[in-house]
């Protein structure tokens, strides 16, 4: 049985139970008290777990992205296309003829998602495109698009059964854990019990190996990004949701780097290769708990982008194998001067 210390899953595991235990000791314990109020659980690890969410799912998306080797750095505008979309449905400003169907919104706003992530599939695995520079496309142009579905104002929605996403609850927890734990049950049966996840690693260490191997790469591109488009539109709906409306400019703004940096933080090489869906689970319960306890503690919110910047120096130096074996000679060292 392999060592736990072994496991993917270990290091952000330790980072995210260290964090906790330092939120714990300087909230004197307040950090993490849960009521129940009508049946429901509040707290603060509740909220962890439902603003989470976003970035559960967009990590798991980005995790089969990062792990061919390529990114998704327009995560954020299909997120706004998203919610403008089903916003506007739901508000009846367009599609008039659905009468604000709750059901058909998420439907077409789910498909508008799988297009956003064909369109980059189509530029990565046909047109050979640097996959950092075809989803800049969409991220540049995304927010217009959003903009122009939305006429270019903020939707606002009354809608009970759409708020249900991001602000209900089922047996005292909140919907979007659900949703995100549908998301990761269906991305492992996807790359554990089918050969889709060995096509994945393929790719990532050696496109042109794995589709001499027989691998049809372009195939399993394409789907790796419709997927990745589908978990950016579902964030978007959730997020959404939360604010009961669309706003197109704020809506996952800057949000990509957070998805990257939960998937880095879970151990997923940014080259591509080996990676693993339950370390990017963590990795993203990590990125939403520094938020959380930066803001319960009172610390302004600016400090945040500080935090998030010297997390990913860390994850950088700690990936880099230059590094990882100039520390190790000078511990090693050290260790040979203790001993004499």
């Known amino acids: 049985m392999k060592k736990l210390k072994d496991r993917m899953e270990f290091r952000p595991l330790l980072s995210l139970l260290i964090i ?12 993490f008290k849960i009521s129940i109020v009508d049946g429901h659980l509040y707290g603060r690890l509740l909220d962890i777990l439902r603003n989470g969410s976003r970035y559960m799912i967009l990590a798991i998306g980005m995790t089969m992205v990062l792990a061919t080797g390529g990114t998704d750095i327009s995560v954020g505008s299909v997120m706004a296309i998203s919610g403008a979309l089903a916003c506007s449905i739901v508000d009846q400003r367009i599609l008039m003829g659905l009468n604000g169907n709750v059901f058909a919104a998420i439907i077409l706003a789910l498909g508008v998602g799988a297009l956003c992530g064909a369109w980059n599939g189509f530029l990565v695995a046909k047109l050979k495109v640097q996959p950092i520079v075809a989803t800049l496309i969409l991220m540049t142009a995304g927010r217009g698009i959003a903009q122009l579905i939305a006429d270019g104002k903020i939707v606002t929605i009354t809608s009970n059964a759409y708020y249900y996403i991001s602000g209900g609850y089922i047996l005292g927890l909140p919907v979007p854990m659900y949703i995100a734990a549908f998301m990761l049950l269906l991305a492992l049966l996807m790359t554990k019990k089918t050969a889709f996840g060995l096509a994945v690693e393929s790719i ?3 496109s042109e190996s794995a589709r001499l191997a027989g691998i049809k790469v372009e195939k399993n591109l394409w789907l790796i990004y419709v997927f990745c488009g589908v978990c950016a539109a579902l964030a978007g709906l959730i997020e959404s949701a939360g604010i009961k409306g669309a ?18 933080i879970g151990g997923t090489s940014l080259s591509g290769g080996r990676f693993s869906l339950v370390s990017s689970i963590i990795g993203a319960l990590v990125v939403q708990t520094i938020t959380t306890m930066i803001l319960a503690f009172g610390v302004a919110p600016e400090i945040i982008r500080v935090f998030k910047a010297l997390i990913v120096i860390v994850v950088c130096l700690a990936q880099s194998p230059a590094f990882m074996a100039k520390l190790g000679g000078m511990l090693n060292k050290k260790k040979v001067v203790a001993q004499e």
């Open 20 to 31: 906790l235990l330092l939120c714990g000791i300087l909230s004197g314990g307040s950090f």
């Open 204 to 206: 990532g260490v050696n």
């Open 247 to 264: 706003d197109c400019n704020n809506c996952g703004l800057m949000i990509e780097m957070d998805g990257i940096l939960a998937v880095a």
